[in-house]
């Protein structure tokens, strides 16, 4: 079954410390999304990359880097530069590297807290 | 700045009732508003609507587009416990930094819906 893997599911960080969240699909899809969701909030992008070895910043991008070395994953690391990284983070894909116009596919997402 | 604004953020109903979802929107050069329900983890692709005018349907769920008014709404008939969830309204339009599109979501409803 094709689909969108996150990695783990739940994720402890102490303070100062980098973390890397896995994020990989097999649905043969160009573009690839992380967002962060809060209680109470919609949805904010973090990072998109339309194509392999390309991406953007979203709206919160501040405190995060990726990379997207092969088509089929985008991990995100969580530096220790953001000051508030719990929340819950979910990667997404998409056909193509149009966001505006396709539905994207999302992963279980992964639940990031601060020991 | 763009945004996309839910109501009511929250709602609980009897089976059986009939529910309306509102979105309305102030996005840079529109693409496309598309609905997603999220449960507990991962959300789900529901409609994606690109037309004023033109209902989308299925099952029980219908959806349809203003774009002169700038708004949509979802409907939800003989509601049932499965439907309890957040339902996400997301916009796709104009990525003003990159000139590229980006698509961004609103807070969401919370339903809930009783035996």
């Known amino acids: 079954d094709g689909g969108i893997t996150q990695s783990p599911k739940y994720l402890f960080r102490k303070e100062g410390q980098n973390v890397t969240l896995s994020c990989e699909q097999n649905?043969?899809?160009?573009?690839m999304y992380w967002y962060r969701q809060d209680p109470g909030q919609g949805l904010r992008l973090i990072y998109y990359?339309?194509?392999?070895?390309?991406?953007q910043k979203g709206d919160i991008a501040e405190g995060y880097s990726v990379s997207r070395e092969k088509k089929e994953s985008f991990p995100l690391t969580v530096t220790s530069a953001q000051k508030n990284p719990t929340a819950f983070y979910l990667c997404?894909?998409?056909?193509?590297?149009?966001?505006?116009?396709?539905?994207?596919?999302f992963g279980d997402g992964t639940r990031l807290s601060i020991l | 700045e763009d945004k996309v604004v839910q109501s009511p953020l929250s709602l609980v109903v009897h089976e059986g009732d009939t529910v309306t979802l509102n979105c309305s929107y102030e996005?840079?050069?529109?693409?496309?508003l598309l609905w997603y329900k999220q449960e507990k983890k991962a959300p789900t692709f529901l409609f994606m609507l690109?037309?004023?005018?033109i209902e989308k349907k299925s099952g029980r769920l219908s959806s349809i587009l203003d774009k002169k008014e700038l708004f949509s709404i979802l409907n939800i008939t003989a509601t049932q416990t499965g439907d309890s969830a957040i339902y996400l309204c997301?916009?796709?339009?104009?990525?003003?930094?990159?000139?590229?599109?980006?698509?961004?979501f609103g807070a969401g409803t919370r339903l809930f819906v009783k035996a």
């Open positions: 997404a894909s998409s056909i193509d590297g149009g966001p505006g116009n396709q539905p994207q596919h």
């Open positions: 990359s339309q194509i392999v070895n390309d991406f």
């Open positions: 997301a916009v796709g339009g104009l990525d003003r930094n990159t000139g590229g599109f980006k698509t961004i």
């Open positions: 996005v840079t050069n529109f693409r496309s």
């Open positions: 649905l043969n899809h160009d573009a």
């Open positions: 690109t037309s004023s005018g």
